[in-house]
């Protein structure tokens, strides 16, 4: 007998610099925030298909209970958390659903050994409009409720990235710098590449401007120049890549202006002159 389909999970990763949304709950509820918000997650994690429908009373009474928080600051969180895009806004506003596709995005690698795939966003939508609310929480399943089987559940539909898109420029920037290198490198699947750009920025909160600066000094760095060759690899790594980049002589020595390296050599001649 095959073995039941399993649409949960044991563990969500907890990235330990703060987000927008984490940062503006802290900074209104203090230490409450950060645990509403870690609750929050850790509940989703826990759901079938990671997400759970609040519009009944007895449901969101359930939900405020898990999270160990009172009706007026929990729901005013949750409106925090849809306002800086964290939970699904239309999914919120509409159904009272709590959903977030950047956990989704995260418990991705949990399925990869699983014969069923993680619900979609627009998968969830469908079954908020197709179907009743049961105790649980979640769309009850109906004759209606589309099949979610291998065979017959379409394909997602994986984003594409515009050439002038942040992620795309910059997985073309790092290919560049590898080129410099060695021309005849392997051109590498950049859609693909600008996943893991967009998973950086969106997920990690890195911006456009530290990570480009993070790659530029890794492909002069004598080590890690042959150890990071793709846009995984940099997300990987890119703490380590961070710390040994700020203590980097060379580094902190391009971050000068021209006006003020000129000052300094003005600085370092006058002392010679007076050791004389």
Not at 74 to 87: N, S
Not at 181 to 206: G, S, V
Request: one cysteine or more; hydrophobic letters at 30%.
């Amino acid at each position: 007998m095959a073995r039941p389909e399993r649409k949960n999970a044991d563990y969500f990763p907890f990235y330990a610099k703060d987000g927008r949304t984490l940062f503006i709950l802290e900074g209104k509820y203090r230490c409450k925030g950060s645990g509403f918000f870690t609750n929050v997650m850790r509940f989703l994690t826990l759901q079938d298909d990671h997400y759970f429908c609040i519009s009944d009373e007895t449901n969101q009474m359930y939900f405020l209970s898990k999270c160990h928080c009172d009706e007026v600051a929990g729901i005013d969180m949750l409106e925090i958390m849809t306002k800086t895009g964290k939970l699904d806004r239309d999914l919120w506003e509409n159904h009272k659903i709590i959903a977030c596709q950047d956990l989704l995005d995260s418990l991705e690698h949990a399925y990869r050994k699983r014969s069923n795939k993680i619900i979609t966003m627009d998968e969830i939508r469908v079954y908020s409009t197709l179907n009743p609310v049961n105790s649980g929480g979640n769309p009850v399943n109906s004759a209606n409720k589309p099949q979610r089987k291998e065979k017959k559940r379409k394909e997602k539909k994986k984003k594409q990235y515009s050439p002038n898109s942040e992620e795309f420029r910059l997985s073309i920037f790092l290919l560049e710098e590898i080129q410099k290198r060695k021309p005849d490198f392997k051109k590498p699947n950049l859609q693909k590449w600008a996943i893991h750009i967009d998973r950086m920025i969106r997920l990690d909160d890195r911006t456009p401007e530290r990570i480009k600066e993070i790659i530029e000094w890794c492909q002069q760095d004598d080590f890690w120049q042959n150890n990071i060759l793709s846009t995984e690899k940099l997300r990987i790594q890119f703490d380590k890549l961070e710390l040994q980049m700020e203590k980097d002589p060379d580094y902190e020595e391009s971050r000068l202006s021209p006006a003020m390296i000129k000052l300094l050599a003005e600085e370092a001649r006058e002392e010679e002159k007076t050791k004389t």
